[in-house]
């Protein structure tokens, strides 16, 4: 019998709530107002004065060739890590959900990517693409590539896809084996003997079972590639070559922190906290319908 807790008064559950609030308060809903305060606003660069231009500020972003260039950059760096990671690790889950010898030691190592700073995770794939000194990068040219993603646009962008990607793999691979584990076995072995191959089982159950952890992972993973990145594309490419691989979150940092257009980087922020929040929207009305819970 499941026991029910009752709060004799109001003091202890808001005594409870509130580091969760203040936290949320402070490093969410202070900052996101002070954005979209400040985009309204025309600021010099060390913030003597201020101009009150109400939505000048959106006007210039989304008329801007660079940005709709950094949004173009985004759409795709975002679909590709989310995709790529998401089937990297459910990979490396079904395979480390077999009884396997030493299959504990694979899932600690499978594991480990995640404690990773985004920054150092990108210096590691530096040394291994790096034209001259790194191990890959070096085989890429020998074999006629003409691998240098400091000068390929194409190159650079697929170097820090692989990178953010490597770092999430390890965040997914924990949800799809913990959801692997939750399947009853005796589903799996009902499917066996009546003669469905691997692949059947996988696709008519596993996977469909899976549907509440991939949807849970695909909105964290799109969040991810959207806001979490910063550092991967800074510490790689910062932003190049030729804005090749600025994305909308580098773009914020560019014209604000490097050119110390506050106004125009305020409003950039407020537009890609409103388009993720529709994306994460359109998610859970579209693909949520064909979530079996």
């Known amino acids: 019998?499941?026991?029910?807790?009752?709060?004799?008064?109001?003091?202890?559950?808001?005594?409870?709530?509130?580091?969760?609030?203040?936290?949320?308060?402070?490093?969410?809903?202070?900052?996101?107002?002070?954005?979209?305060?400040?985009?309204?606003?025309?600021?010099?660069?060390?913030?003597?004065s201020q101009e009150f231009v109400g939505l000048e500020n959106f006007r210039e972003v989304l008329t801007d060739p660079n940005w709709l260039n950094a949004a173009m950059n985004s759409l795709v760096f975002s679909g590709c890590v989310a995709g790529l990671a998401l089937g990297l690790s459910l990979f490396l889950a079904v395979q480390a959900d077999k009884s396997l010898r030493g299959v504990t030691v694979y899932r600690s190592l499978l594991?480990?990517?995640?404690?990773?700073?985004?920054?150092?995770?990108?210096?590691?794939?530096?040394?291994?693409?790096?034209?001259?000194?790194?191990?890959?990068?070096?085989?890429?040219?020998?074999?006629?590539?003409?691998?240098?993603?400091?000068?390929?646009?194409t190159h650079a962008m697929i170097l820090i896809i692989v990178a953010a990607a490597w770092k999430q793999i390890a965040y997914n691979f924990i949800f799809f084996l913990a959801g692997l584990q939750s399947i009853p076995a005796s589903v799996l072995e009902a499917a066996a003997i009546d003669g469905a191959r691997p692949a059947r089982r996988f696709w008519s159950i596993i996977f469909p079972l899976l549907s509440?952890?991939?949807?849970?992972?695909?909105?964290?993973?799109?969040?991810?590639?959207?806001?979490?990145?910063?550092?991967?594309?800074?510490?790689?490419?910062?932003?190049?070559?030729?804005?090749?691989?600025?994305?909308?979150?580098?773009?914020?940092?560019?014209?604000?922190?490097?050119?110390?257009?506050?106004?125009?980087?305020s409003a950039q922020s407020v537009i890609l906290?409103?388009?993720?929040?529709?994306?994460?929207?359109?998610?859970f009305r579209a693909v949520e319908k064909k979530v079996h819970y």
């Open 212 to 265: 509440p952890t991939t949807f849970f992972l695909l909105v964290v993973n799109l969040t991810y590639a959207f806001f979490e990145t910063f550092g991967i594309i800074h510490a790689l490419t910062s932003g190049g070559p030729g804005q090749a691989t600025e994305t909308l979150i580098y773009k914020v940092y560019v014209d604000g922190v490097q050119n110390l257009n506050l106004g125009l980087s």
């Open 111 to 153: 594991i480990w990517p995640y404690a990773v700073a985004p920054a150092v995770a990108a210096v590691l794939w530096l040394f291994l693409f790096q034209p001259q000194v790194g191990l890959i990068g070096r085989w890429l040219n020998a074999v006629g590539v003409a691998w240098d993603y400091r000068l390929n646009g």
């Open 1 to 48: 019998m499941r026991k029910k807790v009752i709060f004799r008064g109001r003091v202890l559950p808001l005594a409870l709530l509130a580091p969760q609030l203040a936290i949320t308060v402070v490093f969410f809903f202070w900052p996101a107002g002070r954005a979209i305060y400040q985009s309204l606003l025309r600021e010099d660069a060390f913030g003597l």
């Open 273 to 283: 906290m409103v388009l993720v929040i529709g994306l994460t929207a359109v998610q």
